[in-house]
């Protein structure tokens, strides 16, 4: 074996992988059979964390966190356990021009209880199908990225136009990482790349690819996606092994949450990836 496809093989499986779920508190996986019958809300944390090492917190876009409550759940987890938590939609969907500066504020303190110990990988800036590349919209995400400095940073966009090399030149200079998406290939949606932006991670959301559904309205349809293993072991050869190499750490959730189809994906994406001799935590 050569030097250079040792030190390849070698800095591919230096990385570091965690694989989850986008959320983890779904009634539905009781009647799919992930959690058992009865399990109560509160409880579901650390039966997830039986399976995964890392979760990505989905409440905190729908209300903004508190650090009582974040603290409560991080005592429910093994202390090496991450968090991915989604920054609020009022900073990213719903903007108050006069108010956005004091929900950051509140964002930081919310989740300061994960910054302390150690257990936040990643501050997720969802931007919505609508946050097209404007002159308007990159003052304001400046800004936003300015003001979260200091946090591990990603950027999922949902436009199209945001997919150039100057973006991508801008985050690496910010050292923010740019989100990779799995999601129907439709007019105007960001494409799946593989893309690195930041050495000390990348990160993968697997939205599924139900097209008819994706622009329903309704989550129950524009989430109802199994993935095959054909598929998953295409995104690792084609896109996770490549970016393996460049970093040293990578996150992928899966969003597919309809029937517990994301807990059972997840699982198969870790065994697959361990199949190819990557690292997963």
Known sequence: MSDTIAQTQKKST???????????????WIEAGFYPTGTQS????????????????????????????????????PPKFLFAAKLTRTLTHEIDAESWSAQVRAYRD????????GQLAAVLIQLPPSFARTSSNRSYLATLLDKLHGFPLAVEFRHRSWATDRVFAE????????????EPDLPGLFPALDVVTHPGLFYVRFHGR?????????????????????????????????????????????????????????ERMAELLKDRGLTVV
């Open 14 to 28: 230096d990385c570091q992988i965690f694989v989850g779920t986008s959320g983890y508190s779904y009634t539905e």
């Open 42 to 77: 509160s409880r579901m944390l650390p039966l997830y964390a039986r399976h995964f090492t890392i979760a990505e917190l989905n409440y905190t876009w729908y209300q903004m966190p508190k650090a009582e409550a974040i603290e409560r759940q991080r005592r429910l987890v």
């Open 110 to 117: 919310g989740i300061a209880p994960l910054v302390q110990s």
């Open 171 to 182: 985050l690496k200079r910010r050292r923010v990482t740019l989100v990779s998406v799995d």
């Open 210 to 266: 139900n097209a008819r559904g994706w622009r329903s309205g309704k989550m129950q349809l524009q989430f109802d996606y199994d993935y095959s293993d054909d598929e998953l072991s295409r995104w690792i050869e084609e896109k996770v092994e490549p970016m393996s190499r460049q970093t040293q750490r990578g996150i992928l959730f899966f969003n597919n949450h309809i029937r517990a189809q994301a807990p059972r994906n997840a």
